[in-house]
């Protein structure tokens, strides 16, 4: 008898422990921004796991001509990585008409978020936080990526209204 309870308390702190309550099915947005000197082409951005098997697309957003910034939400999993893959049309070079871009940088997303936390926001410019980007035809030299820092609102200590900025963090409730 004895022994069962120690066992049943053993399993006890091993799955208390191992993070089985914790909140690992999430929201993430993914904001793409592009630069003043796109606004001809039509970007398309795709959202992977580059760990993942099969890779498959978790989410895929397009910023059309004359636009500059769009979002898309997807579901995500703590201790997931992310990384970005882009493309443009129309294509700069002939020949290179289905090149793709891959992000400079792969997010791993926390294994665990606080409770009140909402999304996880991933704010990116094209082309200059992707690889190898060729200038677009004609480009000025004083391109600019208008990336607005996304805000979001949070009562202070006396009830006031304040904005706080996020770079690739949680935006709370």
Known sequence: MQFFVKLLLLFSILFFSSGA????DFICKLIVNKNTCWDEYEVTVDVLDPYATPQKSKAKLKVAKGKRKKSVTF????????????KFSPTIWEGKENETYRSNKTWVI???VEDDAVDWRINV?????FQSVPQPTGALKDCK???ETPKRIKLDKDKKKKEIEDKDTPIKK
């Open 75 to 86: 579901p995500c999993k703590g201790r997931e990585y992310i990384t970005l893959y882009s």
């Open 145 to 147: 990526c208008l990336r």
């Open 21 to 24: 309550f914790a909140k690992e």
């Open 125 to 129: 410019c094209f082309p200059s936080d």
């Open 110 to 112: 926390p294994a665990e």
